[in-house]
């Protein structure tokens, strides 16, 4: 069994892609050790990433996380076992918001951060998952 986590955050002020590529070859080769898999999505100015695996190592790797100082507001949004990985394949994929199909966007009544008040953790799930599914670079 798996174990499944979702949050969001708000990038730190005056994050470049080149950041994000860094947090990305570090994400790579530490999950890579530890058998996690995942996705971050990076779109106005806040991150959304699940982060998938063995439960203990999930914890361990989200703990680091939410000490990271790049990003702050850190919210756990989702946490779940499941049987099956969203993302199997990859150690950590990375979708940039600017790639993302503007009608995905209206379809997922997208708000810049997904805000606790207005969407579940299943609905941000679903909203990252189809960005990831359905990114405009081909």
Known sequence: MFKRILYT??????ITM???YDILRVAHNRN???GLTGG????DGY??????G???SVDERYKRIVADQRHHDVVLRLAESNSELLFPSEWM???????VDPDLLAEHAYQIGMPEKTFSGQQVLAFLT?????????
């Open 93 to 99: 994929a990375l979708q940039d918001g600017h790639d």
């Open 130 to 138: 189809d960005c990831f599914a359905r990114s405009t670079v081909e």
């Open 18 to 20: 080149r950041d994000v």
């Open 47 to 52: 991150f959304l990433q699940v982060l998938e």
């Open 40 to 43: 971050l999505l990076l779109i």
């Open 9 to 14: 955050s708000r990038a730190a002020e005056g």
């Open 54 to 56: 063995a439960p203990y």
């Open 32 to 34: 890579s050790e530890s």
